[in-house]
């Protein structure tokens, strides 16, 4: 649960920082354009980790490697909302 609580509030602190605030119904709602490539290891997943023999744990992982993590895992393989209430990712480009 505490890599579930880290990597919630990595995510809430890049969109508070770089993220575009809306207002939904007297609601905050913050989004933010997100590019990356799935082959240059900018994003990585649990699984491609464990083959490489690295940790996994979001606990132990600099910022570097938590955001490359979250970006793979998360939101690459769809799990960003199966993790997180209310937080949830939208594909708008394909290369």
């Known amino acids: 649960m505490k890599g579930t609580?880290?990597?919630?509030e990595a995510l809430k602190n890049?969109?508070?920082e770089n993220g575009t605030v809306s207002y939904l119904h007297e609601h905050e709602i913050y989004s933010c354009l997100m590019q990356f490539n799935d082959d240059d290891e900018s994003a990585v997943s649990k699984e491609m980790l464990e083959m490489n023999g690295?940790?996994?744990d979001p606990l132990k992982m600099n910022e570097a490697d938590l955001f490359a993590y979250i970006k793979g895992e998360l939101i690459l393989n769809r799990n960003i909302s199966d993790l997180l209430n209310g937080f949830g990712a939208t594909q708008v480009e394909q290369y």
Request: hydrophobic fraction near 50%.
């Open 5 to 8: 609580i880290r990597i919630a």
């Open 14 to 16: 890049y969109l508070l």
């Open 54 to 56: 690295d940790n996994t």
